[in-house]
């Protein structure tokens, strides 16, 4: 079974600094993918990046960027320039690249991490 | 906004009552799926319908049912309801069922169980 895991519950950044959050995923899988979700206080999940595991290249989204490493099941999230904004609950999930016999995209979520900017 | 509507945003009712939640998916999404999220078990998926059938099936309880209508609308039945079902249950939709496709989630139902 998959597994997602991040080991930070709370982080804090000041304000146009830059943060790194950690997610590690356990899979068997060779074809899947890989997202971050925000969930500000609003509570709505937003997708913030999106990454497929046979693309080498790391994936980028204006001031958001993955560290993708497929081989130690890593995929951590960097946010440039933090804004007050960002401050939100970000979530790691795992979908399988679904072959012949699974035809579903459920997706695994980690337990979150909580992040604050701070002015 | 995701395209993904959800009522009602708040729920309040008490234990042993049974509730209804409704989700409209993205237009032109086949696939549904219901999530709930606790402090204590974190994000759970549910059940997931495709164009009116059950796809996948996760952590959900035998007192919660769920069901996805022609139009696509999906309503997820909640009964028997306990203190521990107060979560925020997300709906998310996505346009096929074994695709590629990123799933878009609503803005989720509070439901407080008193």
């Known amino acids: 079974a998959q597994t997602v895991t991040q080991s930070q519950p709370e982080m804090s950044v000041q304000e146009a600094e830059t943060v790194t959050l950690s997610c590690t995923y356990d899979?068997?899988?060779?074809?899947?993918?890989l997202f971050w979700y925000k969930q500000p206080p609003s509570r709505q999940m937003i997708l913030v990046i999106r990454?497929?595991?046979?693309?080498?290249q790391n994936a980028t989204e204006n001031r958001f960027s993955v560290n993708f490493q497929k081989a130690a099941k890593s995929f951590s999230l960097k946010i440039s320039d933090s804004q007050l904004g960002d401050t939100a609950m970000y979530f790691c999930?795992?979908?399988?690249?679904?072959?012949?016999?699974?035809?579903?995209?459920?997706?695994?979520f980690g337990p979150g991490t909580s992040l604050s900017v701070i002015p | 906004d995701s395209g993904v509507t959800q009522t009602p945003k708040h729920l309040i009712t008490a234990t042993g009552q049974r509730v209804t939640l409704r989700c409209s998916p993205r237009?032109?999404?086949?696939?549904v799926y219901w999530y709930q999220q606790s402090l204590d078990q974190g994000l759970q998926f549910l059940i997931q319908?495709?164009?009116?059938?059950?796809?996948a099936k996760g952590n959900i309880l035998e007192r919660f049912s769920a069901q996805q209508f022609p139009d696509l609308h999906s309503e997820l039945n909640l009964s028997s309801l306990e203190l521990g079902d107060s979560a925020l249950y997300f709906c998310?939709?996505?346009?096929?069922?074994?695709?590629?496709?990123?799933?878009?989630f609503g803005p989720g139902t509070r439901l407080t169980v008193l």
């Open positions: 319908y495709y164009n009116g059938e059950e796809r």
């Open positions: 899979t068997s899988e060779n074809n899947y993918y």
């Open positions: 990454q497929e595991a046979y693309k080498q």
């Open positions: 998310a939709s996505s346009p096929a069922a074994g695709g590629t496709d990123t799933q878009y």
């Open positions: 237009s032109g999404d086949l696939s």
């Open positions: 999930a795992f979908m399988k690249f679904p072959g012949r016999e699974t035809s579903y995209d459920k997706v695994i």
